[in-house]
């Protein structure tokens, strides 16, 4: 009615002030009902116009907010299966297409797996989709070249027409009209598959940009679920490795706090577990404390601690315990790691391999005893069976006493050094200046080396500390050692004896002792041999001396082994532990 009215009025304007324009009333009745048609079209076509526009700033804005919430969610998800999931349903929801499917690459192959799929099926539409595509796949291949959303209008523009026409008809084999590759570091890790809108409308480019936007997050969410994957796999690894392991692992932290305790080291140690993680070292073990104190001060790996706890139900249980801290980019120690080891059955098993190596020496020691006492015996057997005989000969009672008194020193002789080989060591709390007791080695044995035209001198080094032990034990050993070379060296040679320090990979400190004589050799068929009893290659030895010294030096908790070549001679090496300050935890190693 207000156009109408509009209409009549300029109408009325127009004869007024052009008097010559007269219209005939009947058009004056057009000009009215044209106007009243006009105003009843006016209003729905405002009302159509009004909601378009509205409806369109509406999704626009809706869009952007899915957008911007897709985006979000994508990088909160640390689950593949379900970002893949979601991924599908947001494009679903967004764009509306005939179908959505999500192709990634299989780890163990170069073949795409179908791992999300929703399609216009539930309405009656959609086709079936292939479960896997080769790694030659035609769009596999387009989108591995391009990186980017590929567009099925757009095929031609970018491809050669033998190229464009395989990837076209690839494209509507798969329902595809829209081609998103996923790609992290240059490498199509996933491709979606989106068919055209069951509208049948084009997509618009805000479309377009959305998928743009959201396919390198899309990337970058898949990158971080796989490594969050391989972490909780690692993680969950670690958890079941630490859980059956027969060492009990103990972690601390900088504050001295206990985060890791396994169950071993509840078994071993006996102390519920929630007596101990997140307290200090205070609820530990005194020994076990003090490793992962000293462990938290130096960042060197430890191992060799030995000691014995013991539990609350009063069992004592000898342990083997190895610490080792680890410290951040500025070196502050961050925490340190102890690894303890139950020893009962070590234990046990080597009381079994001492009581075997034990009765093997005895059938050894059996035997060469045999040997060593008949000979003698037979001597003065023979001798007293002709005595009767001869009595009346003065020559022959003359080298019958004479060959008794040699046969018995003999045997008493072998018997002395079978007490000396089987004797316990005491316990020997003494230090020794081991410099002095090889110069009263090399003195004590000079007048033979000279007798012997035999050069036999020292080369003694300063050594800081003194082992423990028995110093009239260890000038026997090195006697011994002394002695064996100066028989195996022929006359004009030379013997030395030598003192250095050195420091082991785990810290120790030692005084390496070395006998050498440069004219002999032994084959290395005997090197296992020599320190065996009754072994000897000398006539008239008895094969005990290496024996003992083997011992002595064992006792002290040294070594000795041996090196002989050809050209350069034989040396023995005798290495023994220094003296060093120790603590109470330090007390038990070995």
């Not at 079978?418 to 003494?430: E, G, I, R, V």
Request: a negative charge; charged letters at 25%; hydrophobic letters at 40%.
């Amino acid at each position: 009615m207000g156009v109408a009215g509009v209409i009549m009025g300029m109408v009325i304007v127009v004869e007024r002030l052009v008097p010559q324009l007269r219209f005939p009333e009947v058009w004056n009745y057009l000009f009215v009902i044209a106007g009243i048609i006009m105003g009843m079209i006016a209003v729905p076509i405002h009302h159509y116009i009004r909601a378009y526009l509205d409806r369109m700033l509406l999704s626009q804005r809706q869009r952007e907010d899915s957008a911007q919430q897709a985006s979000d969610a994508i990088l909160r998800t640390l689950d593949a299966n379900e970002l893949l999931e979601f991924l599908s349903g947001m494009v679903w929801n967004t764009l509306r297409p005939t179908q959505v499917s999500v192709f990634m690459k299989d780890g163990g192959s170069d073949s795409f797996v179908l791992r999300s799929c929703l399609t216009a099926a539930d309405n009656g539409g959609g086709q079936h989709l292939p479960e896997q595509l080769p790694g030659a796949h035609i769009l596999l291949q387009a989108a591995s070249g391009s990186h980017h959303l590929l567009h099925r209008d757009e095929v031609f523009r970018f491809h050669s027409l033998d190229e464009a026409q395989q990837v076209a008809r690839a494209m509507e084999e798969l329902d595809t009209e829209l081609l998103a590759p996923l790609v992290w570091e240059d490498e199509l890790v996933g491709m979606v598959c989106i068919g055209g809108r069951v509208s049948e409308e084009i997509y618009e480019a805000e479309d377009l940009d959305i998928l743009r936007n959201i396919m390198p997050q899309v990337s970058l969410a898949l990158r971080n679920a796989q490594l969050y994957a391989e972490m909780a796999r690692m993680k969950e690894y670690s958890e079941t490795i630490l859980r059956e392991m027969e060492s009990g692992v103990i972690v601390v932290d900088a504050d001295e706090e206990v985060v890791m305790y396994n169950p071993a080291a509840q078994r071993i140690l006996g102390i519920p577990r929630e007596q101990i993680v997140g307290h200090t070292l205070v609820g530990l073990p005194e020994n076990i404390a003090n490793c992962l104190h000293k462990a938290l001060n130096n960042s060197r790996m430890r191992s060799g601690y030995r000691f014995e706890i013991e539990k609350d139900d009063g069992e004592i249980v000898p342990v083997a315990c190895s610490t080792s801290a680890w410290g951040g980019a500025t070196d502050a120690r961050e925490g340190a790691v102890a690894v303890i080891s139950d020893l009962t059955m070590a234990h046990e098993l080597e009381q079994e391999r001492q009581r075997a190596e034990h009765l093997a020496l005895i059938r050894v020691l059996s035997a060469g005893m045999a040997h060593e006492i008949r000979n003698p015996m037979v001597a003065i057997r023979t001798f007293a069976e002709l005595l009767p005989r001869r009595w009346d000969d003065p020559e022959f009672r003359s080298d019958f006493l004479v060959t008794a008194q040699q046969e018995i020193e003999r045997i008493d002789q072998l018997l002395s050094q079978l007490l000396m080989l089987s004797k316990p060591a005491a316990a020997a709390t003494d230090t020794v200046d081991i410099n002095g007791v090889c110069e009263g080695v090399v003195r004590a044995m000079s007048a033979r080396a000279e007798s012997e035209q035999i050069r036999l001198h020292a080369d003694l080094n300063l050594v800081d500390g003194q082992p423990i032990g028995d110093e009239s034990r260890l000038h026997q050993a090195l006697t011994n050692l002394v002695a064996n070379a100066l028989d195996a060296e022929p006359e004009g040679g030379e013997v030395k004896v030598s003192t250095t320090q050195m420091v082991d990979a785990d810290g120790e400190t030692w005084v390496v002792i070395r006998v050498y004589n440069a004219g002999s050799y032994i084959p290395p068929g005997h090197t296992e041999q020599i320190f065996e009893p009754f072994y000897s290659d000398k006539p008239g030895g008895t094969g005990l001396g290496l024996a003992i010294c083997q011992s002595i030096i064992q006792e002290h908790n040294g070594s000795i082994s041996m090196r002989s070549a050809p050209d350069s001679g034989t040396e023995f090496v005798v290495q023994l532990p220094l003296e060093t300050d120790v603590d109470s935890t330090d007390s038990g190693e070995e």
